[in-house]
């Protein structure tokens, strides 16, 4: 029994069909979710949208319980400790910072991730064929999209010179966004100016710093922290006549000037279709469920979506 493989996708971990079958009474599987809030919830919309298209009925076969972090990574790492403690089925993590807050503080629960960074850089798994451990899930390379964030803005404003951003340097994500935004920033002959915040009480601080005409645009990093603070960051903009670049399309219905990003509900509803293979808690990436179960792939999304106002 120990040597016994277990294959499936994400809606056949929650189901487990071919045991299922046989059990006279089916279970209801328990999945944890964590989200850093805001746009976020998007992907959870995205998989439960993906559930129900592969037949699955929310509340008779799964149960999303979901903990909303608000950007707070010691949240995220509170949730994760507590769903392992409750013996949830698995972890469903909406965004990078989260998944590496749950790895962290936990040790045989498997969890379902959505990263915009790369999860092998990060140390998430050990590669894309054979990530190894307990993580699998989908990568979406939105940081890999800062620098046509960057190329749009300068379409936007032609006479840009100075960006400024705001991330926390603790986290990974925003450190690899920086990098690529800067290298970006040099190309086309911007001023990068970054600055570092690790609460909101901080961002709010340095926002309410910022001088008219000090920048000449706002530009969004991969940060949770920052990402949850929108409407925050748009109102001040507003006053300070700052264009503004986000992440997501839902931060311009709010009033920021522009996004470019995956589409999110996208990215949720390629996680029902994550494949899952293992033994003994361990689990291996392999992208789409299709008819070739050796054909492995990583899993990701293509949607792309520029918004301007």
């Known amino acids: 029994m120990s040597k016994k493989i277990f294959a499936f996708v994400l809606a056949s971990l929650i189901l487990a069909s071919s045991h299922l079958a046989q059990a006279q009474q089916p279970k209801t599987y328990h999945v944890g979710v964590i989200t850093t809030g805001g746009a976020w919830y998007e992907i959870i919309d995205g998989l439960r949208v993906g559930l129900r298209q592969l037949g699955f009925e929310e509340g008779k076969q799964f149960v999303l319980t979901i903990r909303d972090t608000k950007g707070d990574n ?35 629960i498997p969890i379902v991730f959505c990263a915009g960074a790369d999860p092998v ?3 998430l798994v050990d590669s894309f064929a054979k990530p190894g451990g307990r993580l699998t899930g989908v990568f979406t390379r939105n940081t890999d999209l800062n620098a046509k964030r960057l190329e749009i803005l300068k379409e936007i404003v032609p006479k840009l010179r100075r960006v400024v951003t705001f991330y926390d340097p603790r986290n990974p994500v925003g450190i690899e ?53 929108d409407q925050l960051i748009i109102d001040t903009a507003r006053v300070k006549k700052l264009p503004t670049m986000f992440n997501n399309q839902s931060s311009v219905v709010k009033g920021g000037l522009a996004s470019y990003s995956v589409s999110r509900h996208e990215v949720g509803r390629c996680c029902s279709k994550v494949n899952l293979s293992g033994s003994n808690g361990n689990v291996n990436m392999s992208g789409w469920k299709d008819e070739n179960p050796d054909d492995e792939r990583r899993e990701t999304t293509r949607h792309h979506t520029t918004i301007v106002t």
């Open 177 to 229: 966004s920086s990098k690529l935004a800067r290298e970006e920033a040099r190309r086309l002959r911007v001023e990068f100016v970054e600055r570092h915040v690790t609460s909101v009480e901080e961002l709010q601080a340095g926002l309410r710093a910022l001088k008219v005409g000090e920048v000449d645009v706002f530009f969004e990093m991969s940060d949770p922290l920052v990402g949850v603070q």
């Open 74 to 108: 010691k949240a995220a790492e509170e949730a994760a400790r507590s769903f392992e403690k409750e013996k949830v089925d698995l972890i469903y993590t909406t965004s990078t910072s989260v998944t590496i807050a749950a790895k962290r503080v936990t040790a045989d």
């Open 121 to 123: 850089n990060l140390g």
